[in-house]
């Protein structure tokens, strides 16, 4: 039954578009060292490998590394580093629920009093 309610995701390819071999390789290779730092694009790649694996997040962080480099060059501003905590920023009521569901599935009562 809940079948029928789930929302269908649109399947795309997993290959990525023929491209320079070498600026590839230079692309996952510093995504690989984001994936070190505590910046959103590590961040980014942390979030991605847990749902993905390791290679699928490297290449989509690169590809956000690329799209950065091109925005730069286009608009001449300068990158703005959005932080570690974005993620968490971005949904902050997602986090409480998914406390609050984690709480009663454990058998606690959980009442929220409304935040002043």
Same mark, same amino acid.
């Given at each position: 039954?809940?079948?029928?309610?789930?929302?269908?995701?649109?399947?795309?390819?997993?290959?990525?578009?023929?491209a320079?071999?070498?600026?590839?390789?230079?692309?996952?290779?510093?995504?690989? $060292? *984001?994936?070190?730092?505590?910046?959103?694009? /590590?961040?980014? +790649?942390?979030?991605? =490998?847990?749902?993905?694996? &390791?290679? #699928?997040?490297?290449?989509?962080?690169?590809?956000?590394?690329?799209?950065?480099?091109?925005?730069?060059? $286009? *608009?001449?501003?300068?990158?703005?580093?959005? /932080?570690?905590? +974005?993620?968490?920023? =971005?949904?902050?009521?997602? &986090?409480? #629920?998914?406390?609050?569901?984690?709480?009663?599935?454990?058998?606690?009562?959980?009442?929220?009093?409304?935040a002043?």
């Open positions: 039954m809940e079948e029928c309610f789930r929302k269908e995701r649109k399947r795309q390819s997993g290959r990525t578009r023929p320079n071999p070498y600026v590839k390789a230079a692309l996952v290779q510093a995504a690989h $060292t *984001t994936a070190r730092t505590p910046t959103y694009l /590590g961040e980014q +790649y942390r979030r991605l =490998r847990k749902r993905r694996g &390791a290679k #699928r997040a490297a290449v989509a962080v690169g590809h956000s590394i690329l799209v950065i480099y091109y925005h730069m060059m $286009t *608009t001449g501003e300068p990158y703005h580093e959005k /932080g570690i905590d +974005y993620f968490h920023r =971005r949904d902050a009521g997602k &986090a409480e #629920r998914q406390l609050v569901r984690r709480l009663e599935q454990l058998g606690y009562q959980v009442t929220a009093p409304p002043a």
